[in-house]
């Protein structure tokens, strides 16, 4: 397994503002992703962290509004651009240790945002 | 694209009897089907997985089992105790996917004393 660590735990930030949200894992690692977890709901995935290329991005996300850096192996970054009410919800990456379909995913603890 | 439908949404038990959440998926290209324990507050942990060559898979008091043909799969836990109280989430992932995880809805789950 692996672990992760986010920074930061939670935040309250105002609307029309950005936060960046930072994922760290104590070894090198072949796949990062993002996920959102709005309250008492599910998780859906953001985006794919590519190392050293651009983020990939699903259906409904892009990347003005969540931009995505990842310059090394076990470090990526999550901007929440522009902030409105309705981004209040868990953030989370994850990392899997091989890029097949069947590679286990980990989750960090994810950052609590509540956006006023 | 994958679809993961999880019931119970809510499922209540008594501390020592067993508790199922069944899981539906959508695409016959899904193989690796793995469960997570979300408590309030924390990220989602691995709890076990299956893969699609495989019926059932145990570990202690917990186990999965997967029917291909029916695409469906269940997490059944035995012997609940108070600590397994948390949010179980169902994913599935698709071969050629890469790592894309589809998650079920949760199934919130509370072991009575």
């Known amino acids: 397994s692996a672990v992760i660590s986010q920074k930061p735990s939670r935040d309250i930030c105002q609307r029309g503002t950005s936060l960046t949200i930072q994922c760290q894992v104590d070894?090198?690692?072949?796949?990062m992703f993002w996920y959102r977890q709005q309250p008492g709901q599910s998780l859906t995935l953001i985006a794919t962290a590519n190392q050293g290329s651009e983020a990939t991005y699903e259906s409904g996300f892009v990347i003005d509004k969540f931009p995505i850096s990842r310059p090394n192996l076990t470090f990526s970054t999550l901007t929440v651009s522009n902030m409105s009410p309705e981004d209040s919800s868990i953030y989370l990456c994850?990392?899997?240790?091989?890029?097949?379909?069947?590679?286990?995913?980990?989750f960090g603890p994810g950052t609590r945002l509540t956006v006023l | 694209g994958e679809n993961v439908e999880q019931h119970p949404s809510t499922l209540s038990v008594q501390e020592g009897d067993s508790a199922v959440i069944k899981c539906t998926y959508s695409d016959s290209a899904s193989n690796y089907f793995p469960w997570y324990k979300q408590e309030l507050g924390k990220g989602p942990q691995l709890i076990i997985d299956i893969r699609s060559n495989v019926g059932e898979k145990k570990d202690q008091r917990i186990a999965v089992t997967l029917n291909k043909t029916a695409k469906h799969f269940s997490l059944h836990i035995t012997e609940t105790q108070p600590e397994d109280s948390a949010v179980y989430f169902c994913a599935a992932s698709t071969s050629g996917g890469g790592n894309k995880l589809t998650f079920g809805t949760g199934t919130q789950l509370k072991v009575e004393l």
């Open positions: 070894s090198q690692v072949t796949m």
């Open positions: 994850s990392v899997a240790l091989g890029h097949h379909s069947y590679n286990e995913q980990f």
